[in-house]
């Protein structure tokens, strides 16, 4: 089974341009999760989707960020125009929701690395 | 509100030597605590979870965390470090939404 998948794993790009990151999650999995990690810094949180709907995009930093899950598939993170200090790891985890009455451990993607100059 | 504490940016451990990641935390109800390692080039990988249940908790690669309430810790451990466990290690613990709260990370590293 595949795992989640990000792509690209790597992006440079200049300030004011824009970048968009790509995650398929495992296949079945309704719970989609974009996080962040700038260098040295925790984890960060951006939003969580359910299917195709938005549950939770509180994490988000600004409306720059625009995060799209069409059809409850893959999920797209568009940052336009991308600042310095978006530079980061953007990562993406996927869940089943529930099993047995117990919410299931989220999975991760290997990230993508974004650095912009 | 829920957030994680991970006091040491580096652990280093001679190959064979039993290792302790720390991590405490801050909940507002029952702690869920998680586990994460990070190896070079991977993705975040999951390594154990408490919800409910025996304090002691066992998980891949021979790791085990002890969930100690009246410290508020949920300290990593294994009892003889391999030189392939160097690696990025996160503490989280999961708010009440199901999104995971992370602490900073520590760099494992095992030394031959």
């Known amino acids: 089974e595949a795992g989640v998948t990000q792509f690209p794993s790597h992006s440079v790009i200049e300030k004011g341009q824009t970048v968009t990151l790509r995650c398929d999650p495992i296949?079945?999995?309704?719970?989609l999760y974009w996080y962040r990690r700038v260098m040295g810094k925790e984890i960060k949180f951006l939003l969580h989707f359910v299917k195709e709907s938005k549950q939770d995009e509180s994490g988000m930093p600004n409306n720059r960020f625009l995060a799209e899950r069409t059809g409850g598939t893959y999920s797209t993170l568009k940052v336009q125009p991308a600042e310095l200090e978006d530079s980061g790891v953007y990562f993406c985890a996927s869940s089943q929701g529930w099993n047995r009455g117990l919410r299931t451990e989220a999975f991760f993607g290997q990230g993508t690395r974004l650095t912009v100059v | 509100a829920q957030s994680v504490a991970q006091p040491e940016d580096q652990v280093n451990v001679a190959e064979g030597n039993p290792l302790t990641v720390k991590c405490t935390y801050s909940v507002s109800g029952n702690p869920y605590l998680f586990w994460y390692v990070q190896y070079p080039n991977r993705g975040l990988q999951f390594l154990l979870k408490y919800i409910t249940g025996d304090n002691l908790v066992k998980g891949s690669y021979g790791f085990e965390a002890e969930f100690n309430k009246s410290q508020t810790s949920f300290h990593l451990k294994k009892p003889s470090a391999l030189v392939s466990d160097s690696a990025l290690y996160f503490c989280?613990?999961?708010?009440?939404?199901?999104?995971?709260?992370f602490g900073t990370g520590t760099r494992l590293t095992v030394i031959p």
């Open positions: 989280a613990v999961r708010s009440r939404g199901n999104n995971l709260f």
């Open positions: 296949s079945g999995h309704d719970n």
